[in-house]
């Protein structure tokens, strides 16, 4: 097998098992339409399934019977999966919890060293502040996010970036002291929190992967499961910052 | 009359939904079965893209319920059963149906408006049938 074989068979492996009768790049569009658009994993299994079933049938390739993969996707009006606000930003809690921390262990890291204090400034404040609305905003019109990211992925960095440096200068800008704390607590509390925030997402994983997979409608059971890799990957996702912040923490207290 | 006619998207899009219903009225079946049924009855090719966004509002007005079932080696099929609404539907757009061609059919054929002069050509129009306004559909 070639490597470009091999690299699609890895691609295309849900498309092929899900619909072997049509192209795999028609399919690897709708489906990405579909997800796009929020409609629920097992929804858009069952449209892929019907399309296959119809080309089987008919010996005619999608493009033929179907036309554009994408203008097909958005014509069956398929419902979304529309989530409460509330449980948009439930579920972005975990996330946001450990950038938080992450961001306090780093700020605090050095004045704990010392057994300094750590000083809370104004722009600090302002800039955590922003970037939670920021999360929420996001978290709540994830579908539109991800739609601008893909189609649009230059300008979206550019976006991003520019965003990033707005926030940097707030804090070096508006550097008026509100507070200080002892460091060390601060640097405790927050790896503790770090810690508490990737559990939560662990948990998160587990159910997400479940309640979303393109499972074809006459699947057996055992059809069901994710792959082992794929549940793996999930499984560990969240502990990669978490342990990337406590080794350099403690590699930074050792040499420091 | 080949199944290989091609009618105008315009006539077929104002009919479809009718057929379809129609075509589910004999019993449960899948897509491509009511796409079969259509061409033999002389009305054209029906592509998927056509009739599966078609059968979903279908489904989504309550006119059919879906049930999937496993094909005879090939992958499984979702077939779609007319609903005690939808059937109420295909006799009733039916009905209005065969009002609404039985007057097109009566104007078209019909007599010029105006009294014709001896210079005019008119064209030779197909004589007006006889419809009947109470349909045979099955329940």
Same mark, same amino acid.
């Given at each position: 097998?070639?490597?470009?074989?091999?690299?699609?068979?890895?691609?295309?492996?849900?498309?092929? =098992?899900?619909?072997?009768?049509? =192209?795999?790049? *028609?399919?690897?569009?709708?489906?990405?339409?579909?997800?796009?658009?929020?409609?629920?994993?097992?929804?858009?299994?069952?449209?892929?399934? @019907?399309?296959?079933?119809?080309?089987?049938?008919?010996?005619?390739?999608?493009?033929?019977?179907?036309?554009?993969?994408?203008?097909?996707?958005?014509?069956?009006?398929?419902?979304?999966?529309?989530?409460?606000?509330?449980?948009?930003?439930?579920?972005?809690?975990?996330?946001?919890?450990?950038?938080?921390?992450?961001? +306090? +262990?780093?700020?605090?890291?050095?004045?704990?060293?010392?057994?300094?204090?750590?000083?809370?400034?104004?722009? +600090?404040?302002?800039?955590?502040?922003?970037?939670?609305?920021?999360?929420?905003?996001?978290?709540?019109?994830? @579908?539109?996010?991800?739609?601008?990211?893909? @189609?649009?992925?230059?300008?979206? *960095?550019?976006?991003?970036?520019?965003?990033?440096?707005?926030?940097?200068?707030?804090?070096?800008?508006?550097?008026?002291?509100?507070?200080?704390?002892?460091?060390?607590?601060?640097?405790?509390?927050?790896?503790?929190?770090?810690?508490?925030?990737?559990? *939560?997402? +662990?948990?998160?994983?587990?159910?997400?992967?479940?309640?979303?997979?393109?499972?074809?409608?006459?699947?057996?059971?055992?059809?069901?499961?994710?792959?082992?890799?794929?549940?793996?990957?999930?499984?560990?996702?969240?502990?990669?910052?978490?342990?990337?912040?406590?080794?350099?923490?403690?590699?930074?207290?050792?040499?420091? | 009359?080949?199944?290989?006619?091609?009618?105008? &998207?315009?006539?077929?899009?104002?009919?479809?939904?009718?057929?379809?219903?129609?075509?589910?009225?004999?019993?449960?079946?899948?897509?491509?079965?009511?796409?079969?049924?259509? /061409?033999?009855?002389? $009305?054209?090719?029906?592509?998927?893209?056509?009739?599966?966004? $078609?059968?979903?509002?279908?489904?989504? /007005?309550?006119?059919?319920?879906?049930?999937?079932? !496993? &094909?005879?080696?090939?992958?499984?099929?979702?077939?779609?059963? $007319?609903?005690?609404? &939808?059937?109420?539907?295909?006799?009733? !757009?039916?009905?209005?149906?065969?009002?609404?061609?039985?007057?097109?059919?009566?104007?078209?054929?019909?007599?010029?408006?105006? /009294? /014709?002069?001896?210079?005019?050509?008119?064209?030779?129009?197909?004589?007006?049938?006889?419809?009947?306004?109470?349909?045979?559909?099955?329940?």
């Amino acid at each position: 097998m070639t490597t470009h074989e091999a690299r699609d068979r890895r691609r295309y492996a849900l498309e092929r =098992e899900l619909a072997p009768h049509v =192209e795999e790049t *028609w399919a690897e569009a709708f489906i990405l339409e579909l997800r796009l658009r929020g409609v629920p994993g097992p929804r858009i299994a069952d449209a892929l399934v @019907e399309a296959d079933s119809h080309c089987a049938e008919s010996g005619t390739p999608a493009s033929e019977a179907f036309g554009d993969a994408v203008e097909y996707a958005a014509s069956l009006e398929l419902p979304t999966a529309d989530e409460p606000v509330g449980q948009r930003l439930h579920d972005v809690l975990p996330m946001a919890l450990q950038v938080v921390a992450v961001l +306090a +262990a780093t700020w605090s890291m050095v004045d704990a060293r010392q057994g300094g204090a750590v000083e809370i400034t104004v722009g +600090a404040v302002v800039a955590a502040v922003l970037l939670a609305g920021e999360c929420a905003f996001l978290s709540v019109l994830v @579908e539109r996010f991800f739609r601008t990211v893909v @189609e649009h992925p230059v300008r979206t *960095w550019f976006v991003a970036m520019a965003n990033m440096g707005v926030l940097v200068l707030l804090m070096l800008a508006l550097d008026g002291v509100i507070a200080a704390v002892p460091a060390r607590p601060v640097l405790a509390g927050s790896l503790v929190l770090m810690l508490v925030g990737a559990v *939560w997402q +662990a948990r998160h994983n587990g159910t997400d992967v479940e309640e979303d997979l393109l499972v074809a409608p006459l699947a057996t059971p055992t059809a069901l499961q994710p792959s082992r890799a794929h549940a793996m990957a999930l499984r560990l996702q969240p502990w990669f910052l978490p342990v990337v912040v406590l080794v350099l923490t403690a590699v930074f207290w050792v040499l420091g | 009359m080949s199944e290989d006619v091609v009618w105008p &998207g315009e006539w077929l899009r104002g009919v479809l939904g009718l057929c379809v219903l129609r075509a589910l009225a004999d019993g449960p079946t899948y897509g491509y079965a009511i796409a079969s049924r259509l /061409a033999a009855a002389g $009305l054209g090719h029906v592509k998927g893209g056509t009739l599966y966004p $078609l059968l979903g509002r279908l489904e989504a /007005a309550g006119h059919v319920t879906v049930e999937w079932r !496993q &094909g005879e080696g090939g992958p499984g099929r979702k077939y779609y059963s $007319l609903t005690a609404t &939808g059937e109420r539907e295909l006799v009733s !757009q039916a009905e209005r149906w065969l009002t609404f061609s039985g007057l097109t059919a009566d104007l078209v054929t019909g007599p010029p408006a105006a /009294a /014709a002069s001896p210079t005019s050509t008119t064209a030779e129009l197909p004589p007006p049938s006889t419809t009947t306004t109470t349909p045979e559909v099955p329940r």
